[in-house]
């Protein structure tokens, strides 16, 4: 193991204390100026502390605002969006891995080709579409593209799992009775528990906090998601509620962290498995 001398420890304390202050410094303060008052935001100092500590901006956010229906609509898009990711990039993977045929490998790389698509240039194109078959002001016009772009990446960490899944395992199940289908889903679908956590985690971060699908495809009240809601707090003239807006950047980024913080031993373990392996 390489040995690191004190004063190179003491410079890696720094910097990393360093990253960490700028990482975590703007959700305290966003956290922060959520119980601010009206006027604390017209002072001159906006990273002062509040002068008095209010709870009336969550009040106000949840009562009067729409914000339930966009968690609503959120939560929704998000759980169906990476259900549908999981099945569909552990199957893919699977049959691309261990049921090894002519072109897979050339498969893998036009799913790869994926991650190399800007989602600026689909949107004129799935407008069209969306319009014509009638799905615009719908969730599935989130849920259908997201799925789509998100795949290469879950598909790639998959297959980088199953790499190292002994083949011996599936044939000794298949010589004992089972089926296609049931090595899958009895065998290797369990084992990938920490590759679908790091799948899970990743997108759901991503579907969360997706914004140009939902400012493109949606313009009704009822169907907006978070990210778009937010807009609802700038008024006239870019006048700002701020107040509110923290309030709801604070309610609305809980879930991600919750998810994120019970689960990231796990998304370490299935990022680095394809890296520390083999």
């Not at 490998?105 to 078959?133: D, R």
């Not at 985690?201 to 778009?228: G, Q």
């Amino acid at each position: 193991m390489m040995k690191i001398s004190g004063y190179s420890k003491a410079v890696l304390l720094v910097v990393s204390f360093a990253l960490l202050v700028i990482q975590v410094y703007p959700l305290v303060w966003v956290f922060i100026s959520s119980f601010k008052g009206p006027n604390d935001f017209s002072g001159d100092n906006p990273l002062s502390l509040p002068s008095q500590y209010t709870f009336d901006n969550y009040f106000n956010v949840w009562s009067k605002g729409n914000l339930g229906t966009y968690f609503s609509n959120s939560f929704i898009v998000a759980v169906t969006t990476i259900v549908l990711v999981i099945l569909f990039s552990a199957m893919a993977a699977f049959v691309i891995e261990k049921m090894s045929f002519k072109w897979s490998q050339s498969v893998l790389f036009l799913f790869l080709c994926g991650i190399m698509i800007p989602i600026q240039v689909v949107l004129i194109p799935l407008f069209i579409l969306y319009n014509k078959i009638g799905i615009i002001n719908t969730l599935a016009s989130l849920i259908l593209p997201q799925v789509g772009f998100a795949l290469p990446i879950s598909i790639y960490l998959f297959v980088s799992f199953y790499k190292y899944i002994s083949n011996e395992i599936m044939e000794a199940a298949v010589m004992d009775g089972c089926g296609v289908y049931q090595v899958f889903w009895r065998m290797i679908f369990p084992l990938s528990r920490n590759t679908i956590v790091t799948v899970v985690v990743m997108n759901l971060i991503f579907v969360w906090n997706e914004f140009i699908f939902a400012n493109t495809f949606i313009h009704d009240l009822k169907s907006r998601t978070i990210p778009v809601g937010l807009m609802d707090y700038i008024g006239q003239y870019g006048l700002t509620d701020w107040g509110a807006t923290f309030a709801a950047i604070s309610i609305t980024t809980i879930p991600t962290m919750v998810v994120y913080f019970m689960f990231n031993k796990s998304v370490i373990s299935g990022m680095t498995a394809g890296a520390t392996k083999g």
